[in-house]
């Protein structure tokens, strides 16, 4: 995995993204403290339901926004295997000024 520029303010402002990917990558921003994030865990801290972000989260790591990392876990109810993907702000940069 690469690590990418933290994008400005500005260059999120400019990009050309839906309403609903504006929304997921403020909440990555305002409260993920730039922690790895996973699809669930995200959609609840943006009032969303997992099919509503699938998309606007490819749409910002399309755009350099966001990072993506798919892993390979055991589920904890389940035991089984499964992958998980999770997403987080490049640089962390959820500590900056906006």
């Known amino acids: 995995m690469t690590t ?3 994008p400005s303010l500005e260059q999120v402002l400019a990009s050309d993204i839906s309403a ?4 997921l990558y403020f909440c990555l ?3 993920t403290r730039g922690e790895w994030v996973s699809i669930p865990r995200l959609v609840v801290r943006c009032n969303l339901e997992p099919y509503q972000a699938r998309k606007p989260l490819a749409e910002l790591q399309e755009a350099g926004l966001i990072e993506k990392d798919r892993r390979h876990e055991r589920d904890e109810l389940t035991g089984h295997r499964t992958n998980r993907t999770y997403f987080r702000l490049p640089n962390d940069t959820s500590e900056a000024s906006v």
Not at 20 to 23: E, G, Q, V, Y
């Open 4 to 6: 990418t520029v933290a």
């Open 20 to 23: 609903t990917a504006f929304r």
């Open 29 to 31: 921003a305002l409260r």
